[in-house]
């Protein structure tokens, strides 16, 4: 009796700063051995690689390298979209030498100009179709989750796909702010449901005999996160993107997603994670909101099952989120909460923050230039940003401006 009580004492989510554990953080400054972090050079060629590993073993599982050579093919194109002020671009990125293998589907708004344009490298969650109600754009072909709101059925894209995520994509306004937009359905790269892995780019990956990635090897954060990284390579290459300036941003677990490919990869110049929560900015010993116990359950796919024995029992686990915020160092990074996406935990992902700080001061550069958690619609867009608005879990047109004036100031170099 004691023991299940405990046990449905630890389901519950915790919703009360009282009822937060008492907790003491691994030091990002401090290695594996006991060794001080004291100089830059020391973080870049010990201590980082260190921790990458251990959040590639423990957490998100390892990803295979770059495949030598990428082929892609540009499906559609114009330059005169939105109304004339856009160039359009669709690209479909083999992943794989397989022909009949995975494809990456990439879709671009462009604003026209010689010059190559700083890009917003962001997954979306129901097809490049569902951002923008232009009728040029390929619809998904693939499987898409349940949603007849959105125009799913069956699984299936319909029409009525179109434009139905429009409102978490301002699109022109990107463009008219001097940026472009790329993004590609996530469930290109592995579609989001556990399938032990049978399905997306994993089995393409398998050794011999192998049936599902090993204990320490890639789930399906990772995998989307490795084909960030392959849009990355095609973006590199096309001279109409300013490949030096590529800004990979992401909603909730398209979050925690861009934060693991801003880790994993250094050629993003800049990191945006949007309500990532748990396994995202979230600082995971807290158990505030979502736990590893209930992400792992609910979500058994996104991470690797190394992950699992830190279920009740962060306290174990060699890293913490805070840590993975650190990997972005120097690199602007930007962590932003909502107030009524207490399962994200936002004072969590505040301190996540501003536990990676003294990394970025290491390196020399600015940290969060605050100590205390800022109001609501208070955004601290310092190079170690922070902001907590108002409203749900979501993505909202002034998120938008928030990402674009941290971007200004810390990517682009323009002053407000
Ligand atoms: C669920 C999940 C979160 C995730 C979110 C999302 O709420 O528990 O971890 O971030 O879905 O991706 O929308």
């Known amino acids: 009796v004691a023991t299940s009580m405990l046990h449905a004492q630890q389901n519950k989510a915790i919703y009360s700063e009282a009822e937060v554990p008492e907790y003491t953080l691994p030091d990002p400054l401090v290695a594996e051995d006991g060794t001080k972090i004291e100089s830059a050079s020391q973080w870049t060629e010990r201590r980082r690689p260190e921790l990458l ?114 409102a978490r994509w301002p699109v022109e306004t990107i463009v008219k702010n001097g940026y472009g937009l790329a993004t590609a359905y996530y469930g290109d790269i592995d579609p989001d449901y556990d399938d032990g892995f049978q399905n997306g780019i994993h089995p393409y990956f398998y050794e011999e005999g192998q049936t599902k990635p090993k204990p320490d090897q890639w789930g399906s954060i990772a995998a989307w996160a490795w084909g960030l990284s392959r849009a990355m390579d095609y973006l590199e290459e096309n001279p109409e993107i300013d490949g030096e300036k590529v800004i990979v941003m992401g909603h909730s677990r398209l979050g925690k997603t861009s934060l693991w490919a801003g880790a994993t990869d250094p050629r993003f110049a800049a990191v945006i994670s949007n309500n990532s929560g748990c396994g995202g900015a979230a600082l995971s010993r807290r158990r505030f909101g979502e736990s590893v116990k209930r992400i792992n359950t609910s979500f058994p796919h996104w991470f690797c099952d190394n992950f699992v024995q830190y279920n009740h029992n962060e306290d174990a686990c060699p890293v913490d989120q805070h840590q993975l915020i650190a990997l972005m160092a120097p690199r ?41 958690m800022p109001p609501v619609e208070q955004p601290v867009l310092s190079r170690l940003g922070y902001v907590i608005r108002t409203e749900e879990h979501n993505v909202k047109p002034r998120d938008w401006d928030r990402y674009m004036k941290f971007a200004d100031a810390h990517v682009v170099g323009k002053k407000d």
């Open 53 to 166: 590993e251990l959040f590639e073993k423990e957490v998100y599982g390892k990803a295979p390298p770059a495949p030598e050579k990428i082929s892609y093919e540009v499906t559609e194109s114009s330059d005169d979209a939105l109304g004339g002020i856009a160039r359009r671009r669709q690209v479909a990125i083999q992943l794989t030498d397989d022909p009949k293998g995975p494809v990456l589907n990439v879709l671009m708004y462009l604003p026209k100009t010689d010059k190559p344009v700083p890009t917003f490298m962001t997954l979306n969650f129901y097809g490049n179709a569902s951002i923008n109600s232009d009728p040029a754009i390929h619809l998904p072909e693939g499987w898409l989750r349940n949603n007849k709101e959105k125009g799913v059925e069956d699984h299936k894209a319909t029409e009525k796909l179109r434009g139905a995520s429009e």
């Open 332 to 372: 602007p990074c930007l962590v932003c909460s909502a107030e009524g996406d207490r399962w994200a935990d936002p004072r969590g992902e505040f301190l996540s923050a501003h536990y990676a700080s003294p990394v970025y001061e290491l390196l020399g550069v600015e940290g969060l230039t605050t100590e205390k």
